[in-house]
């Protein structure tokens, strides 16, 4: 099915309002380490990072510098 050049538009608006981007450069083994584990749970890298993310905020020793 074609998607329409409305459908684009309005999806990217939607984007740009309500998500911010987060892009970093990895060594191909640590691509290789967090794709296939995202791949085996069946969850998307920006759901991992997020979550890891999350973890580490919440279970670092020294929070009082963040």
């Excluded at 309005?10 to 450069?25: L, P």
């Excluded at 979550?51 to 580490?56: G, H, P, T, V």
């Amino acid at each position: 099915m074609a998607v329409s050049k409305a459908h684009i538009k309005a999806s990217n608006k939607y984007n740009k309002e309500n998500y911010k981007k987060i892009q970093a450069n990895v060594k191909p083994e640590d691509y290789d380490l967090i794709d296939g584990y995202c791949k085996s749970q069946k969850i998307s890298k920006a759901k991992f990072i997020v979550e890891a993310c999350k973890f580490y905020i919440d279970n670092h020793d020294d929070n009082s510098n963040l």
